[in-house]
């Protein structure tokens, strides 16, 4: 794209990072957000700031970094209305970087297609890398799109990851984001229930994560996350709640294509337990303690059948 002025809407734990990656790579943002404090923080890096997300409306890329798609719906309506009443240039792409809905994205681009007299296109570009790839700019993104409106804004992607792959039409990137949650979920599940079983039976958590990092249970995600799961460490990278809505996509995702993922469903079981413990403005690594909290349970209740035998 010719054309090196880009909106982005959202800098919260993730977009600020991005964007400020993508001012420091030449690009010229124009960056909005709820609160003021990020955008003055970008504006000192050299962007510019926007009254509101109407204001982005003649920008070629406009990014959203958002919680979910009801929060990009709503902070797009504006410029959607703005389309309605002067469509924008032709080849405008509206950029979801957020985890939401293979199905809803559509639906979303539809909208998109049509307030915008079919000048404007969605394209659906998750990332995963978490905030130290954000701030690294080694995000790996996946898009969805077509083959057009990808390639137009793969050079501002690659501003924001060394690996940015096309998957197919708008959903494609999506879907691959589910199915990485679906693994860094259940995997992190995984490593949980492990260091908890662990010490309950007297073994050291640490050492066994580094025996299992030089066999095959070994991945990134326990270099990335033992560590902290062994520590009890749960400051926040991402909201755990978050993984809760991304594994819900999974299975909605497997519903639409006929496939069966019993893994994830019993981790969007787990996941919700852990927000009603109140536990989900903590990191992903805090399912930790819900299964403490499960496993002190279990363990009362069997106390209490032991005694009433």
Not at 174 to 182: G, M
């Amino acid at each position: 794209m010719q054309d090196n002025n880009v909106g982005f809407v959202g800098l919260g734990l993730m977009g600020l990072p991005m964007a400020s990656n993508l001012v420091r790579g030449g690009w010229q943002v124009t960056g909005w957000n709820r609160s003021p404090g990020p955008v003055a923080e970008l504006c000192n890096l050299g962007a510019a700031g926007a009254g509101s997300v109407a204001g982005l409306r003649d920008l070629p890329v406009i990014i959203f970094m958002l919680p979910d798609l009801s929060h990009i719906e709503d902070a797009a309506a504006g410029l959607l209305a703005a389309w309605q009443a002067k469509p924008p240039e032709p080849g405008t792409v509206l950029v979801v970087m957020s985890s939401v809905s293979p199905q809803r994205v559509r639906d979303f681009g539809r909208r998109v297609e049509t307030a915008s007299a079919g000048n404007a296109a969605v394209v659906d570009a998750p990332v995963s890398g978490g905030t130290a790839g954000a701030t690294d700019g080694t995000l790996a993104i996946m898009a969805g799109g077509t083959v057009d409106d990808v390639a137009r804004i793969t050079p501002v992607l690659a501003g924001m990851g060394t690996t940015v792959r096309h998957l197919g039409g708008l959903g494609s990137g999506s879907l691959a984001k589910a199915c990485n949650q679906l693994i860094v979920g259940t995997t992190t599940a995984a490593l949980a229930e492990a260091a908890e079983l662990a010490e309950r039976s007297g073994i050291d958590a640490g050492a066994l994560f580094e025996v299992l990092a030089g066999g095959l249970a070994g991945s990134r995600v326990l270099d990335i996350m033992g560590p902290r799961l062994v520590a009890k460490d749960y400051r926040v990278t991402g909201p755990a709640k978050f993984m809760h809505k991304d594994l819900t996509f999974v299975v909605e995702s497997a519903r639409v294509a006929g496939a069966v993922v019993p893994l994830a469903a019993a981790a969007v079981d787990l996941y919700a337990e852990l927000k009603t413990q109140g536990l989900g403005d903590q990191d992903l690594t805090v399912v930790r303690q819900a299964i403490s909290h499960l496993s002190d349970q279990a363990a009362a209740h069997a106390a209490e059948g032991s005694v009433k035998a």
